[in-house]
Nanobody
Framework: QVQLVESGGRLVQAGGSLRLSCAAS????????MAWFRQAPGKAREFVAQ????????YSSDSVKGRFTISRDMANNILNLHMNSLKPEDTAVYYC????????????WGQGTQVTVSS
């Protein structure tokens, strides 16, 4: 089992930057792919970015590509999301997720952290 706790969400002005962190705990965290998702009010949860078990491979959605960077601190089991050039449409609850080596989907989720971008 993996436990995920997000932090770093807050109110920020458009054009600003923010870093979200997700602390992962559990004996086998290094075996999990990890990702960020987000859910805006009244909308479905959407994929933001993911990283491989080693952190060497990453993939981002088109809506954040070039602005957001996902990174993984393997030594401390922390997943980061560096967000630049924030837009009001980035306002959402951001969730950290993990996928185990035998899972077909994202099986572990954090409680979420609120990011609000003001115009």
């Amino acid at each position: 089992q993996v436990q995920l706790v997000e932090s770093g969400g807050r109110l920020v002005q458009a054009g600003g930057s923010l870093r979200l962190s997700c602390a992962a705990s559990g004996r086998t965290v290094s075996r999990y792919n990890m990702a960020w998702f987000r859910q805006a009010p009244g909308k479905a949860r959407e994929f933001v970015a993911q990283t491989s078990r080693s952190g060497s491979s990453t993939y981002s959605s088109d809506s954040v590509k070039g602005r957001f960077t996902i990174s993984r601190d393997m030594a401390n089991n922390i997943l980061n999301l560096h967000m630049n050039s924030l837009k009001p449409e980035d306002t959402a609850v951001y969730y950290c997720a993990a996928q185990g080596p035998y899972d077909s989907n994202w099986s572990h989720w954090g409680q979420g952290t609120q990011v609000t971008v003001s115009s």
